[in-house]
């Protein structure tokens, strides 16, 4: 069964600290996508990752991709009030020309500040 | 337009009725997928077109759900005989390519079945 999984679900952390989100999937891909979600909101893309050892950096967030571990992480540097929302990972487990992504659950992360 | 755009915003209808979603792509993009989210949940995958076929419709639950795109912009998302759980946000995206094209998705449609 083709999964993708993230963790943590859930995390509430202080203003200025540091934190990784870790998403993991089942089968082989080498192209990830980190999304954003406000609540009430569309998806709005952060990072396209389509080989191994990608890394993607946008202000205070940095995305990585290990195609042999099946594993990105998205790390947050110095966290502000403003990126608390909920993050989705999706992988590209198509196989052929067609184009199906598989997503994680998402991760809300609140912010306090 | 600037983005894509989905109507209706929110939709309640009674068990049974039949419901139409729209989606009106970014100019210019050839790609055109319908995904469909519940409450905390990620998107899934219902289908994509590729200028005005459906190149996989895999995702679709039922034959209670279609969609078309005849002109290769504008599609609807068409669906038979509601139930309950077809209950959800129905999120169209587009995309300039087909694959590994970076997705730019519209606010989505609610639908309620009462």
């Known amino acids: 069964e083709l999964k993708v999984e993230q963790n943590p679900l859930f995390l509430s952390m202080q203003e200025g600290k540091n934190y990784t989100i870790y998403c993991n999937y089942s089968t082989t891909s080498d192209r990830l996508y980190w999304y954003r979600q406000d609540p009430g909101k569309s998806l709005e893309s952060l990072f396209v990752l389509l080989s191994n050892g990608a890394v993607k950096q946008e202000g205070r967030l940095m995305a990585s991709l290990d195609t042999k571990a099946r594993l990105s992480t998205l790390h947050i540097t110095a966290a502000v009030h403003d990126l608390s929302a909920t993050y989705f990972c999706a992988v590209d487990m198509s196989l052929d020309s067609n184009y199906q992504l598989i997503w994680g659950a998402g991760t809300k992360l609140i912010i306090k500040p | 337009g600037a983005g894509v755009s989905q109507t209706p915003s929110n939709k309640v209808t009674e068990k049974g009725k039949y419901v139409e979603l729209r989606c009106d792509p970014i100019?210019?993009?050839?790609?055109l997928y319908w995904y469909r989210q519940s409450l905390g949940q990620g998107p899934e995958f219902l289908i994509y077109?590729?200028?005005?076929?459906?190149?996989?419709d895999s995702g679709l639950p039922n034959d209670r759900f279609f969609a078309v795109r005849p002109e290769g912009s504008v599609s609807t998302l068409k669906i038979q005989r509601t139930e309950r759980g077809d209950s959800a946000v129905y999120l169209c995206?587009?995309?300039?390519?087909?694959?590994?094209?970076?997705?730019?998705f519209g606010e989505g449609s609610r639908l309620t079945v009462l």
């Open positions: 100019s210019g993009h050839t790609a």
């Open positions: 077109f590729q200028g005005t076929g459906a190149a996989d």
């Open positions: 995206a587009s995309s300039r390519i087909g694959r590994a094209g970076e997705l730019f």
